[in-house]
């Protein structure tokens, strides 16, 4: 086949795909508030959540960044998204992995002082997309009450998007969410020996 044949063939293959996706868009008219979860034993899942908020930092959103869980070290996001405090706000509310700090009852405490920063968020139509990072790990521990997560979800500002990372999404949150990524691990270089590095893991 010559190469203005493949090209002609391409042409009228990519023209037939164009009216298709047209006519599917036609149909997308409304803009709500999304719930979106990132769940799955994969890597990426507070990264691809930190990708949502830079982007809409870029476009001038306001947003907020509560994480649980989290914080023995200060990591690139924060320290790149603590530079634009007028549109930002990020609060590591968490002591650690529940590995490290070993102590159930602190653990319940951090999440609870999490979950009313979270709370202040939720509330306020300032906001714009708001991410609640390893939220899902404190509802898989029982440190939150899962209703209570649910109804303020709900109760949000109807154009609030929000965004909850951590393996182990309980099947409810799933079920309320308009959008639910699954991070699948494939390879991963800790396996190899390789330490978390700057830039990459945190």
């Given at each position: 086949m010559s190469d203005a044949?493949?090209?002609?063939?391409?042409?009228?293959?990519?023209?037939?795909?164009k009216?298709?996706?047209?006519?599917?868009?036609?149909g997308k008219t409304r803009?709500?508030?999304?719930?979106?979860?990132h769940t799955g034993k994969g890597k990426d899942k507070t990264t691809a959540a930190m990708g949502m908020v830079m982007r809409a930092v870029g476009r001038g959103m306001k947003t907020g960044v509560v994480q649980f869980i989290k914080g023995a070290q200060d990591t690139g996001e924060k320290l790149l998204l603590d530079r634009f405090p007028e549109v930002c706000t990020f609060k590591v509310m968490g002591e650690g992995f529940t590995w490290d700090t070993q102590d159930r009852a602190r653990d319940i405490a951090a999440a609870g002082a999490g979950w009313k920063a979270a709370l202040e968020m939720l509330g306020n139509p300032a906001y714009d997309?708001?991410?609640l990072d390893e939220l899902n790990i404190c509802l898989r521990y029982d440190y939150l009450p899962l209703g209570e997560v649910l109804a303020a979800l709900a109760a949000r500002p109807a154009d609030m998007h929000v965004i909850i990372t951590g393996r182990g999404a309980p099947e409810p949150l799933i079920e309320a969410a308009d959008l639910v990524s699954e991070m699948t691990l494939i390879k991963h270089p800790f396996r190899a020996g390789v330490k978390a590095q700057p830039g990459i893991e945190f």
């Open positions: 044949e493949q090209n002609r063939r391409h042409a009228e293959k990519m023209a037939k795909i009216a298709a996706r047209d006519k599917m868009m036609a803009s709500k508030g999304l719930l979106i979860v997309l708001v991410l």
